[in-house]
């Protein structure tokens, strides 16, 4: 799905949420070996959908520091 058809997806409520994960992810993420890059991706979540709140709390559980 293409970013347009996502956003469309979004505003008519056939989507609860979408994710944009940048072409340069995958290098930002490797890079932790050599210089580390900052690997970062966007959301957008529909507020009026309740399933959008779930994919929202499961991204950010996803992103909170867990230390081993």
């Known amino acids: 799905t293409g970013f347009d058809e996502a956003r469309a997806g979004l505003n008519s409520g056939e989507y609860g ?3 944009v ?3 340069t992810f995958s290098k930002a993420v490797e ?3 050599n ?3 900052k690997a970062t991706i966007k959301y ?3 507020g009026d959908n309740n399933d959008a709140l ?4 499961i991204i950010i559980n ?3 520091p867990r230390w081993f």
Request: charged letters at 15%; proline letters at 9%; glycine letters at 0%.
């Open 35 to 37: 210089e580390p890059q």
């Open 17 to 19: 949420a979408y994710i």
């Open 44 to 46: 957008t979540v529909n």
């Open 62 to 64: 996803c992103y909170k």
């Open 54 to 57: 779930l994919v929202y709390r």
């Open 21 to 23: 994960i940048p072409a």
């Open 31 to 33: 890079s932790i070996n």
